[in-house]
């Protein structure tokens, strides 16, 4: 099962084998509107057709170069090392006066050496050693060859579901938890609210990952809801680490999925 090359905040690294296993294999298009990282894409078979979106430029970018400029994306980063220095050296120079690889660069090494993958200050520690030549080009390789039958887009979610909506597309959502404060693109209650009235009448089907909360109960109480439990924290000390609830929604029954995959 390939990894993705990046950590993200809420990224599906621990749940992504439940998930693929929950989805149906009756569609041609596979669509990830909220993309981040794409553990659950880089883990599952290759549809005939694969959409990546993520509203985060950075994100689209570091794929986009790692797609079409594998090698210049290589040279630039095994040359580096982990430092503090060089990380608020990539902190604070701005965007505008960097190519898109030079970008994608700094992007990933913000995201490897940042505390919880956040990219905004130096993680380190005294029981862990920091990466040695810091990409793994077999993972590189692996990867770009994965996006080969993939599009790359940088769309809001409601566009995205417009354009690729028909009776052959899975979209995988994986929006924002629903009242937290982690994520740096916000993610309002009125948006949540545009995400499952879109849902609501889409023709293809869906899956949305989301964390267990009463007001995300009551508005997706028409479909199918799945609980799970999943370990998910930043804290430096096991005291501060925990377990929360997520829910697992999906407009046609998960379960019925699972049972005809294991009978197979």
């Known amino acids: 099962m390939l990894r993705s090359p990046l950590s993200w905040m809420g990224g599906k690294y621990r749940l992504r084998k439940d998930l693929i296993k929950l989805i149906p294999n009756n569609h041609t298009c596979y669509a990830e509107v909220f993309g981040g990282a794409s553990w ?10 694969e959409v990546y979106n993520d509203i985060n430029r950075d994100l689209v970018n570091f794929f986009r170069i790692l797609k079409y400029h594998p090698d210049e994306l290589k040279n630039w980063i095994e040359k580096d090392v982990v430092s503090r220095e060089i990380f608020n050296e990539y902190k604070d120079i701005p965007g505008k006066y960097l190519t898109d690889i030079q970008r994608a660069v700094r992007f990933y090494y913000l995201n490897k050496y940042s505390f919880a993958s956040k990219g905004d200050c130096f993680g380190y520690g005294t029981s862990k050693r920091p990466h040695q030549g810091i990409f793994d080009t077999s993972l590189i390789d692996k990867v770009r060859d994965r996006l080969s039958n993939c599009y790359i887009e940088n769309i809001s979610f409601d566009i995205l579901i417009d354009k690729y909506d028909n009776e052959r597309t899975f979209f995988y959502c994986d929006p924002p938890y629903y009242e937290t404060a982690q994520y740096k693109d916000k993610f309002y209650k009125e948006d949540h609210l545009k995400l499952v009235s879109l849902l609501k009448n889409i023709k293809g089907q869906f899956m949305v990952t989301i964390n267990d909360h009463p007001e995300v109960r009551e508005w997706y109480k028409e479909f199918y809801i799945k609980e799970v439990d999943v ?21 046609y029954d998960s379960e019925d999925i699972l049972q005809k995959k294991v009978n197979v």
């Open 231 to 251: 370990g998910y924290s930043v804290c430096r000390t096991k005291k501060g680490r925990r377990r929360f609830g997520e829910l697992i929604i999906t407009n």
């Open 40 to 49: 659950v894409l880089f883990g599952k078979e290759k549809s005939a057709v």
